[in-house]
């Protein structure tokens, strides 16, 4: 309830607008306060969950800067638990904490991936993959899961990404990147690329692409520009 | 025989008896195992060096967007870890690992490798928004600074800088993996309340849109994709299976909290966090495995590494 309370950022202004709410932050209010008076109670009489954690804490045979530690880094994860606002190195664990509707879809869901020409051939750069030591085609170690995340989503649509791609990928011989557009279709369950890149420069300009718009090459604009 | 309400009460009692037993600050008191936490050790220099010697930092440097989060140092010391700290950090943060991984020097190297790991992934995290997993390991890290976790399995023991209690089951062993335990505990915990407050978004979360959502946007990036190259049905449809998913999620990850009242259930609760993350892996949420298996050398009862190592009183 206190969480809840502490969490809800406009509070004053979901307390004016919402009858329902003031009538819980009320009654919280009131089994906050109570508890509070037993707890602080129990306390003081030597009983009680608490006082038995407090007590045998430190009675612990745990050194005594390794206790003062402890609490500090209990107390500080607390706060930021209570309040949901990390602040390093005391964290929430809060990374998928916003609730999301996930209403009616595209049965086909595409994505812009980065991909070079090997002859005939194109190869696409699966940024994600490269991060599993078994599976990675170009990088290696040092290639971690979060860079590949920060690669793929954070900073896609930044042009230093795409040049420290090509600069790491240069050293393997692959000079020229091109985007297209790979796309699911979960009616059918079949996943299909198309090396257009005309098409991907299309639909990287709509709205609804997760993590918004990947950083296209100039040279593959004026490409399609001719 | 005996009326229900007694047997209630009986039942009721042995139950808070055997909590008062087995619980995290009376298990702190048992002995230990010197093995346990000299391989603790070991994992966590491992996983210190993965992370360490990612080009995430190079990487970092380069596009240079701030994430919008924040850390509790002032603005100064982040501006001298930005501007000149960094390139320094991460090599004394690559060399010291390996000597934590050797056990070489280590009461020496704790303190400074602390310290270099503590900044360095401080200017990552307020540069960069990004899964932080390392928020996961820094605490186990300056816990082992007063350790006594080079005891055995190091350097320190061959070169007899460090010698071991003549009991290698001293509790002494055991405080540090209990307090790791305590700790994935609190990661668990915290990550499933975060998912169900405030309370009136909690609900919300539950019916499973955030998962359907994750997987429907990461299919093309996930491990599944990659190794079986055909979703497994149609993420747009079938709404109750990421309710259920949801749901279970938040169920495992608040179940940890059972490990601070008993240790009896720490295998089946490992079992789950291992389904949970391999299933998160293969949807394409990828980065915690390892820190999960790490941390969760805590897990284990300290008998087992006794009688693998033929550890004596």
Redesign the interface.
């Known amino acids: 309830m206190l969480m809840t309370i502490l969490q809800t950022r406009q509070l004053l202004y979901y307390m004016h607008t919402v009858l329902l709410f003031k009538v819980f932050v009320l009654v919280a209010a009131l089994v906050i306060l109570i508890w509070i008076y037993l707890f602080v109670k129990d306390f003081l009489l030597h009983r009680g969950v608490f006082y038995y954690v407090v007590q045998k804490f430190w009675s612990s045979s745990i050194p005594g800067p390794v206790k003062y530690l402890t609490a500090l880094v209990f107390a500080g994860n607390l706060v930021v638990i209570s309040l949901a606002i990390p602040r390093y190195p005391f964290y929430d664990v809060g990374m998928y904490r916003h609730a999301k509707d996930f209403n009616y879809r595209d049965k086909i869901c595409s994505e812009l991936k980065y991909y070079y020409w090997q002859g005939n051939q194109y190869k696409i750069i699966n940024l994600r993959k490269e991060a599993s030591f078994f599976l990675a085609e170009h990088f290696g170690l040092g290639y971690t899961a979060d860079m590949a995340y920060s690669m793929t989503y954070f900073h896609k649509g930044d042009k230093e990404n795409f040049e420290f791609l090509t600069a790491q990928l240069k050293e393997q011989g692959i000079d020229t990147l091109w985007v297209g557009v790979q796309s699911v279709n979960f009616n059918t369950r079949e996943v299909t690329f198309d090396p257009d890149i005309c098409h991907a420069i299309a639909l990287n300009q709509g709205t609804d692409l997760y993590y918004g718009p990947i950083y296209i090459p100039k040279y593959q604009m004026e490409r399609c520009d001719e | 025989m005996f009326s229900p309400v007694i047997k209630r009460d009986y039942v009721l009692l042995r139950m808070l008896n055997k909590i008062k037993e087995e619980n995290i600050?009376?298990r702190?008191?048992k002995p230990g195992s010197a093995h346990q936490l000299a391989l603790f050790r070991i994992i966590l220099g491992l996983e210190i060096g993965?992370?360490t010697?990612?080009?995430?930092f190079r990487?970092?440097a380069?596009?240079?967007?701030p994430g919008g989060?924040?850390?509790?140092f002032p603005e100064f010391l982040n501006q001298w870890i930005d501007a000149i700290a960094v390139p320094y950090l991460i090599v004394i943060t690559q060399v010291l690992c390996i000597f934590l991984v050797l056990g070489l020097l280590t009461r020496v190297i704790l303190p400074l490798l602390f310290t270099s790991f503590?900044f360095l992934?401080?200017w990552y995290?307020?540069s960069?928004?990004?899964?932080?997993?390392w928020?996961y390991i820094?605490?186990p890290l300056?816990?082992l600074n007063?350790t006594k976790c080079s005891d055995v399995l190091s350097l320190d023991r061959i070169i007899k800088l460090q010698r071991p209690l003549p009991d290698l089951r001293a509790?002494?062993y055991r405080?540090p993996m209990e307090?790791v335990a305590g700790w994935l505990s609190?990661?668990?915990v915290?990550?499933g309340?975060?998912?169900l407050?405030?309370?009136?978004?909690g609900w919300?979360?539950l019916?499973?849109?955030?998962s359907?959502?994750?997987m429907?946007?990461?299919?093309?990036?996930?491990?599944y994709?990659?190794?079986f190259?055909?979703?497994l049905f149609?993420?747009?449809?079938y709404?109750w299976v990421?309710a259920i998913l949801a749901i279970a999620s938040v169920m495992v990850e608040l179940a940890c909290i059972i490990i601070l009242f008993t240790h009896r259930y720490n295998a089946a609760i490992f079992a789950m966090l291992l389904g949970m993350h391999l299933f998160l892996y293969l949807a394409?949420v990828?980065?915690f495995l390892q820190l999960m298996l790490v941390l969760s050398v805590s897990l284990v009862q300290p008998a087992f590494f006794n009688r693998l190592f033929k550890e004596q009183s």
Do not use: C
Not at chain 2, 197 to 201: A, D, E, N, V, W
Not at chain 2, 207 to 210: K, L, P, R
Not at chain 2, 216 to 223: F, Q, V
């Open positions: 600050l009376s702190m008191e993965y992370v010697w990612s080009n995430i990487f970092t380069y596009v240079a967007v989060t924040q850390n509790i503590f992934f401080s995290y307020v960069h928004n990004a899964p932080i997993p928020l820094w605490f300056l816990l007063f509790k002494d405080w307090v609190y990661i668990y915290a990550a309340l975060s998912k407050l405030p309370i009136y978004k919300y979360w019916q499973g849109g955030t359907q959502e994750i429907y946007n990461r299919y093309l990036d996930s491990m994709f990659y190794l190259e055909k979703p149609d993420y747009t449809e709404h990421f394409g990828m980065g």
